[in-house]
């Protein structure tokens, strides 16, 4: 008899074990996602769900952890799979029925595409965002791009480095920052989107926290819209973008830029983050914004220690678990200057080496300021953990 470990930290070793001795691809592939370890924490549980839970639990030999109000399950994915099901579900479970189904049909078969207005992009690699701050005060490149003609050329040169998507942006999110008026943001970001859409080559994307400022981009050709404010600083940013079938990625962010800081105050933090954003997605659908236009952020660096970023990002699959594609944005952000002790103009290789860690954990979809370093830490990570 002979033992081998398989990595437990990834599919793809039980998915080769079993296409190594005969298994079809796509067979292999269902069965190493149901052999996927999970941990499952479940919240507002009754007093009588509980008790269901731990009588199941024991029939089955899943692993749950209890306390008043809640439960930790850890499992294989094909042995949570029997609460989802009316049939097979203890009665007293059967409201986890359909959000378990939801999270498990996600974990099996997450998006492959992010539509946005006139397209639908391609989940199947990394996507990358390049940055263009059309701002004077930007944390790290203020002033560089605040003209229109500064701003479309670095615009072509994110692009022909490998960018899909260019983001622009005409407020400043910094901490500390105020509001700029809805006029002079859309001054400073329409030209430069009109112009970039115009040219072609990438998608367009428009961060801003404001409605109008969303309506005139969109207008001017943009087909993303990129709320740092996750939906919270305009009532109607929601109904805007449903409108237009735009995409739309929502930010998690507590309080606004010039207060942020002093609402970094988290239990857990991914689990909390996880929970906010399930309330933002809800709103945003709630509006009329279809599911597949959604990609969720969960906003290093705003509201967050530089410790809770880092925990953050070890525990990105937390975010991925609500069912949308992740962007994240970890550019010269403060979090990776407190580990190598770069200043903000030399955070770009650190900034390609956490988005390699955020494609492990699920990330697919990144926005950046150094757009060639960033694809070529992703090349690896790709190399080393592919979508299947």
Request: hydrophobic content about 50%; charged content about 25%.
């Amino acid at each position: 008899m002979r033992l081998t470990q398989l990595a437990s930290a990834t599919p793809d070793a039980v998915r080769a074990a079993l296409a190594s001795r005969g298994w079809e691809a796509e067979p292999a592939a269902f069965a190493a996602a149901g052999l996927e370890p999970l941990r499952v924490l479940l919240e507002d549980l009754s007093e009588a769900e509980r008790e269901a839970l731990v009588h199941w639990a024991a029939r089955t030999g899943v692993d749950v952890l209890t306390g008043a109000g809640w439960a930790l399950v850890t499992t294989a994915a094909s042995r949570l799979a029997p609460l989802a099901r009316p049939d097979r579900a203890p009665p007293a479970l059967a409201g986890l029925g359909p959000e378990l189904g939801r999270f498990l049909a996600a974990h099996a078969d997450p998006s492959r595409e992010w539509a946005v207005r006139d397209r639908r992009i391609s989940l199947a690699a990394p996507v990358l965002l390049g940055i263009v701050n059309v701002t004077p005060d930007s944390f790290s490149d203020g002033g560089q791009f605040a003209t229109t003609a500064a701003a479309v050329a670095q615009a072509e040169r994110l692009v022909a480095a490998g960018a899909q998507i260019v983001d622009v942006g005409g407020e400043s999110t910094r901490p500390g920052a105020g509001v700029v008026s809805a006029e002079e943001e859309i001054a400073r970001v329409v030209p430069v989107i009109r112009e970039v859409a115009q040219r072609g080559g990438a998608a367009v994307s428009v961060d801003t926290r404001k409605a109008e400022v969303a309506r005139a981009a969109l207008d001017a050709g943009a087909a993303i819209v990129n709320d740092v404010s996750g939906l919270a600083f305009d009532p109607e940013m929601a109904r805007t973008v449903a409108k237009t079938k735009a995409g739309l990625v929502v930010m998690h962010m507590r309080g606004t830029p010039d207060t942020m800081d002093a609402l970094a105050q988290y239990r857990h933090v991914a689990a909390e983050v996880a929970d906010e954003l399930r309330g933002v997605v809800a709103r945003a659908e709630g509006a009329g914004v279809e599911r597949e236009r959604i990609v969720v952020d969960p906003g290093f660096g705003f509201a967050k220690t530089a410790a809770q970023n880092w925990r953050l990002l070890d525990e990105l699959a937390t975010i991925g678990g609500l069912g949308y594609p992740v962007l994240v944005g970890p550019s010269r952000k403060r979090f990776l200057g407190a580990a190598t002790g770069a200043t903000v103009e030399d955070r770009d290789r650190a900034t390609a080496v956490a988005c390699a860690l955020a494609w492990e954990r699920g990330a697919r979809l990144f926005r950046i300021h150094h757009v060639a370093l960033a694809r070529e830490a992703l090349s690896v990570a790709v190399a080393a953990r592919p979508i299947p």
